[in-house]
């Protein structure tokens, strides 16, 4: 296969394609370090999303006429450039969900279904809590475990400790590639090759890696891999279940309804098979084809030359912070992506993310869906800044200073 | 002896003070200035029936009713959230709980206050009203 030559990496250019970066808040130029949260949209996504509607829109799988037939080829090429994209080995193996959370639920429902009392599974203590809850539901449902690998102060997982807590009582290690609060890389190909080892499933919360990294599900190993296409530049309300396909295959079915059958009758339904066996109901049509135009946009770029301005930014910024008294960088695990959450003595994080919004910087603050990591580091919420490649050096020194000017007025 | 004012007179006046300010940066220093002076609630009173529900950050509030007039305290751990429960208390201290419950808070729409806060601070904000509000009921029927 020959390799595209792509035009090197260039944050201008790029910046070019995003509308939403070029407007003014509160009279200031934005500047959005709210990237954890959800990701700005390129324009051929916006003009996907205007041309579906405006001209493609039909039902998909069921229609004889020509626009549902389009539709239909549209949104299964889009199953194939996921599949590509992450390096999946079938179209199949690509279910299109709502996101992460959606995707999470359906594997706890599903393969929860093949787990029986006493079994365990095992999560760690960085997880955010669409990564706790389905499975706590599961455990009280079924007489399950759920087992907690904790995590040192830096924000690593203490792999002698999630060691010890991996056994053949383990079903299912569910964990996240990357950490939306402390910016941690979860050495996850390692992890699954322990957790196969005793015969578990592994499940990767992918929606804060997708967006930051390569991702070979091959490679990785991982039985399952989710991922949400609003952090990764798309339309909200689609994301992508991967799973391995007799894996699938052996798993009951989430929800009933259309698509997801190939015979019903009032005493016996026969079920469609994959993808579709997972996907009842209208897909969210026009967010599957534009999540594929996305990861289009995304194959048309130099993403390690995006990823390497990422790693800059991150360092630039942490290099600055550091100078700042009182303020503490939370999670500075050795391997981490664009994320930076920190804490301030004697000020509370709504009040910087209030005086920093009124300077035109969007940031997140508070627990960031992660209660439990907060316990762990006694506080009550972060202020977090996450980086994408759309973002520069100019704007961190903007963000530095209103940052020194927010803290100055509330000490 | 200070002149007593009216419930509307401190509404007023309020708005008055926030009409110099050009942005909502110098609004927001005097809401932070406003919180460091805002009568504190005693520790011991920060209790779970204390806190008031719906803010991002945990405030507390305290009440007493004395010669027919209500007393506010409060604290939170967010000095602008201090800022805006201060304003209330401002307008609200050493009112008849009837003149609290039939008020009118003007003073936060024609300040902008609502608009310029975060849906989470507004809802912050409604859940103090509210928490003034029902201390005020208790003492009616006395
Ligand atoms: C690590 C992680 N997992 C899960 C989710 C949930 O994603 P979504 O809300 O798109 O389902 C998020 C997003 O905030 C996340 O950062």
Redesign the pocket.
Same mark, same amino acid.
């Given at each position: 296969m020959t390799e595209i030559i792509k035009k090197p990496f260039n944050v201008r250019e790029i910046r070019e394609e995003f509308p939403a970066l070029r407007q003014e808040i509160y009279g200031k130029n934005l500047i959005y370090f709210d990237n $954890?949260?959800t990701s700005q949209k390129p324009q051929i996504v916006l003009n996907a999303i205007n041309k579906f509607y405006s001209k493609e829109n039909a039902n998909i799988h069921r229609g004889v006429h020509f626009m549902s037939q389009k539709a239909t080829t549209e949104f299964e090429e889009a199953r194939k450039q996921i599949q590509h994209f992450i390096n999946a080995r079938k179209a199949e193996e690509i279910i299109f969900t +709502?996101? @992460? @959370?959606?995707?999470?639920n359906l594997v706890a429902s599903s393969y929860g279904e093949l787990l029986t009392a006493g079994d365990e599974i095992l999560i760690t203590a960085m997880? !955010?809590h #669409? =990564?706790i809850v389905p499975w706590q539901m599961l455990c009280q449902r079924k007489g399950l475990i759920l087992r907690v690998a904790p995590i040192n102060f830096k924000g690593e997982l203490i792999i002698e400790e999630f060691d010890k807590l991996l056994s053949k009582k383990t079903k299912l290690l569910a964990i996240?590639h990357? #950490? =939306?609060t402390l910016g941690t890389i979860n050495p996850v190909k390692e992890l699954t090759q322990k957790a196969h080892a005793v015969g578990a499933k592994v499940l990767l919360?992918g929606?804060?890696s997708i967006q930051h990294m390569k991702i070979d599900v091959k490679d990785l190993d991982c039985d399952f891999y989710v991922f #949400?296409s !609003? +952090?990764l530049f798309g339309p909200t309300g689609i $994301?992508v279940l991967y799973g391995k396909e007799d894996l699938l295959d052996r798993m009951p079915p989430y929800q009933g309804g259309g698509d997801m059958i190939s015979r019903v009758t009032f005493e016996h339904t026969s079920y469609n098979e994959l993808p579709f066996k997972f996907e009842a109901g209208t897909p969210h049509i026009a967010g599957g084809i534009c999540l594929g135009t996305s990861v289009g946009f995304l194959n048309s770029i130099d993403l390690d030359g995006a990823q390497k301005h990422e790693a800059e930014l991150t360092k630039y910024a942490e290099h600055l912070l550091d100078t700042f008294e009182g303020l503490h960088i939370i999670g500075e695990a050795k391997n981490k992506t664009s994320v930076i959450s920190f804490t301030v003595d004697g000020i509370h994080p709504f009040d910087i993310g209030t005086l920093l919004d009124k300077q035109g910087i969007a940031v997140r603050t508070g627990h !960031?869906?992660t209660q439990p990591l907060m316990d762990f580091y006694k506080i009550p919420g972060t202020t977090r800044a996450s980086f994408a490649f759309y973002n520069t050096k100019e704007e961190i020194d903007l963000f530095v200073e209103a940052l020194e000017k927010s803290i100055n007025m509330l000490k | 002896m200070a002149i007593l004012l009216t419930i509307q007179e401190k509404q007023d006046e309020i708005v008055s003070e926030f009409e110099v300010f050009d942005d909502w940066m110098e609004k927001y220093e005097y809401l932070i200035d406003l919180g460091k002076d805002l009568p504190l609630i005693q520790e011991e009173l920060k209790t779970e029936e204390r806190l008031i529900e719906g803010c991002q950050s945990r405030v507390w509030l305290n009440a007493d009713f004395n010669d027919g007039k209500m007393q506010f305290s409060a604290d939170s751990e967010a000095i602008i959230t201090k800022g805006i429960i201060g304003l209330l208390i401002r307008v609200l201290n050493d009112e008849h709980p009837e003149t609290i419950l039939k008020t009118d808070l003007k003073f936060i729409s024609d300040i902008g206050l609502q608009e310029h806060l975060s849906p989470t601070r507004a809802n912050g904000l409604n859940g103090m009203i509210k928490k003034m509000k029902m201390e005020a009921l208790k003492y009616i029927q006395h």
């Open positions: $954890g949260a +709502k996101g @992460t @959370t959606d995707g999470i997880e !955010h #669409s =990564n996240t990357i #950490s =939306n919360d929606a804060q #949400s !609003h +952090k $994301g !960031h869906c | -």
